[in-house]
């Protein structure tokens, strides 16, 4: 058994401890053992079956690491110096009051994640909108899930990452991932996918030959930003070759015929010319899916993170639908979730135009019942704000808010076009962070708060499932660090809330939590920390009826709009915001690495995972570097038309020739999203992270060595 440790001593009263790993969604079952030492052991019956990735068995080693931040930090003559916490929270909550008042409550923003547990998403977002009033608030799961969240809530009625449970997975015949390395992002969820790989079903939709795409039966690699092409050749192949579901369509769905009239112009030889895959491969895909017995379509980030990606996952979900597949036992259409609580986070209000429960804000019915469990008026609650990029574009412009708080996010690194991001964070008035770490955008802060991390606090999350978990404190926290919690109710007082208005107590915002939800479309009134402890398995919706033991799989009687029916969309293929031209010849593309998580600031910190993956790379083909000037491990500056960045280059013969693949995980003159592109998607406003165009040159000498 491997085992991660930390230095730092635990509760003396507390043994080993059931908890959750603090990456992905998969929110994978291990548990600690406090002992003046922290070891990670593998803790069965979980959605991970008992397995923990790379980045899982060392997440201990970030416990009593030396790069913690244990006291607040406030900036003095250019510098971050060491404060107490009364001055530190005196200092945000008098700069608040004042911005507040010369520019309105709207002049303060809010910006979270979806890392943070459930208690926190929920404390944030009453927060901005009662103590702060303002509207603008938004966090980081805007970039990731949100293009899938609104295609399914289109189709559907209702969105949760996956509508039934993962373990269903494991007696599939057949699965379609588009857009998706879970080999690397998660890599346990391979493990529910073994059926599906012996049976020769599993196929793969990505522009690079992923570990993932090495156990597929068939790899599909269209050229960037063709996705929605390629689903309308595969639905097109579907009806033409007969294994349209008639019965089914007729039964369950609306909308076929107008979303078919589109389909029926992308027959597969024009989809070939456009994307790159044969026809005949779309025509096996087709068939692969329609001839199994359980069959599944999943969709992740490589599918949303487009300026069309509403549409696109739109496109995957009327292929499910055309076959048969959502609402049947065995067989659908999900979302692999990224980001820890990324189901949660979104539902609990601190998203720009949900209240908790996953109610709109817009709602009167939903403002009223959110504002009775608040105890203040519906008309005080602000409407929606900006979206995440939007709100982050605004700060310090006249019309945008002079002063941030962020909560559980590393936009300097994570943000698309970074460097115009780094420059509306120099533009503000106030910057407030809360970290466990100086992450890039802690050092640009006005005032950085020491907060504490997974293994030393409770609370809750909800996996990629829709399954409510209860992360257990085991350790103490070094002295001087606050969880969020505390941080967002000693700020509350200070700007004139009653105190029982903002608990500390995780359990206490918990049972506020359920009220808030109550009947709502996540309805979560039905959890109680008492069954979670007990070990039940609760899945939402979770209605507060005695005996309801939550809903694993979604859909199966009904689909969540009112006469009951999942909705074909018509959706057609527009191409990438930016392609490639003679002066950026290449397609872009970002993504994830095994080692590291997100924008970095965590695992980078960990130094066998450091060591694996010390610094930025680019995969590039290699007679596409030959004819940029580079050869295998050369420094290279990838340019694009919002910047450079620069990476080591890496040789892959599998890469496509008009292809460079660039990891997100890195700061400074190496993060990916100094290029990145930051169109929008006009329903979902999810950034175009996934294409741009670009060139590749040498890198200069003075750059290479920063």
């Not at 001087?480 to 359990?507: C, I, K, N, S």
């Amino acid at each position: 058994m491997r085992a991660a440790t930390s230095t730092r001593p635990a509760d003396a009263a507390v043994g080993a401890v059931d908890t959750h790993c603090p990456y992905c969604a998969l929110q994978c079952g291990m548990t600690l053992s406090p002992a003046g030492r922290a070891s990670v052991r593998v803790r069965p019956r979980d959605p991970s079956e008992g397995g923990l990735c790379q980045k899982g068995w060392t997440a201990a080693a970030l416990l009593g690491s030396p790069a913690r931040l244990t006291t607040p930090l406030v900036r003095d003559g250019g510098t971050l110096r060491p404060a107490s916490w009364d001055e530190a929270l005196g200092l945000v909550a008098r700069r608040i009051k004042e911005i507040v008042a010369a520019r309105g409550p709207d002049a303060v923003a809010v910006f979270g994640g979806g890392g943070l547990t459930n208690e926190k998403a929920y404390l944030l977002g009453k927060f901005a909108r009662v103590a702060l009033g303002t509207s603008q608030v938004d966090y980081n799961g805007r970039f990731c899930m949100s293009s899938a969240a609104a295609a399914a809530h289109r189709a559907f009625g209702l969105d949760r990452g996956l509508p039934f449970p993962l373990a269903d997975l494991d007696g599939a015949d057949a699965v379609l991932l588009a857009g998706a390395n879970p080999a690397e992002t998660m890599p346990p969820f391979m493990s529910h996918l073994r059926r599906a790989v012996d049976a020769g079903g599993l196929i793969v939709v990505d522009p690079r030959r992923t570990p993932t795409a090495e156990r597929a039966a068939l790899h599909l690699a269209p050229a960037p930003g063709t996705d929605l092409a390629l689903a309308l050749g595969i639905l097109h192949a579907a009806v033409a070759d007969g294994h349209l579901d008639h019965a089914y369509v007729a039964g369950r769905t609306t909308g076929f015929e107008e979303a078919w009239r589109v389909a029926a112009g992308w027959w597969p030889e024009r989809v070939e010319r456009v994307t790159g895959v044969a026809a005949a491969d779309q025509r096996r895909a087709a068939a692969i899916l329609a001839g199994a017995a359980s069959a599944y379509v999943l969709t992740a980030r490589g599918a949303e993170q487009h300026a069309t990606g509403v549409d696109t996952v739109g496109a995957w979900i009327n292929l499910a639908l055309a076959l048969g597949l959502p609402g049947r036992r065995g067989s659908g259409w999900g979302c692999l979730t990224g980001q820890g609580n990324g189901q949660g986070g979104r539902e609990q209000g601190q998203k720009a135009d949900q209240l908790p429960g996953y109610r709109r804000i817009d709602d009167p019915a939903a403002r009223a019942h959110v504002a009775r469990v608040w105890g203040v008026e519906p008309s005080a609650l602000p409407g929606p704000g900006r979206s995440a990029f939007e709100l982050l574009d605004a700060l310090g412009t006249p019309d945008g808010p002079s002063a941030l708080l962020v909560f559980g996010s590393n936009p300097v690194v994570s943000a698309p076009h970074a460097g115009r991001v780094a420059d509306r964070l120099a533009a503000l008035d106030l910057l407030v962070v809360a970290d466990l770490v100086l992450s890039e955008t802690a050092r640009a802060a006005d005032v950085v708060l020491p907060i504490t991390q997974w293994a030393e606090e409770d609370g809750t999350m909800t996996n990629i499932e829709g399954r409510v978990l209860l992360r257990r404190r085991a350790l103490a926290p070094p002295p001087g660090v606050r969880t969020d919690l505390e941080v967002l109710h000693d700020l509350a007082v200070r700007l004139g809330q009653p105190p029982e208005r903002f608990p500390a107590d995780p359990e206490t915002v918990f049972t506020e939590l359920r009220a808030a939800s109550e009947d709502g479309p996540a309805d979560y009134s039905g959890v109680t920390w008492d069954r979670l402890r007990a070990g039940e398995r609760l899945q939402w919706p979770i209605p507060r009826r005695p005996g309801h033991r939550g809903t694993p799989r979604l859909f199966l009687d009904r689909f969540a709009h009112p006469d009951g029916r999942a909705r074909f969309v018509p959706v057609d293929h527009r191409g990438p915001a930016e392609p490639p031209d003679e002066e950026f010849p290449l397609y872009a593309i970002t993504g994830r690495v095994l080692q590291h998580y997100q924008s970095g600031a965590q695992t980078r910190r960990v130094e066998e995972l450091r060591a694996a993956v010390p610094e930025a790379y680019v995969e590039v083909h290699p007679d596409t570097a030959r004819r940029a000037g580079l050869r295998d491990g050369a420094a290279a500056a990838v340019v694009g038309r919002r910047g450079r960045t620069l990476a080591t280059v890496r040789c892959v013969p599998s890469m496509r020739p008009d292809v460079i693949f660039l990891p997100f995980h890195f700061p400074g003159a190496q993060r990916a999203n100094l290029v990145t592109n930051p169109a929008l998607d006009p329903v979902s406003r999810m950034p175009e992270f996934k294409v741009c165009a670009v060139r590749l040159s040498p890198a200069a000498e003075r750059e290479a060595a920063r």
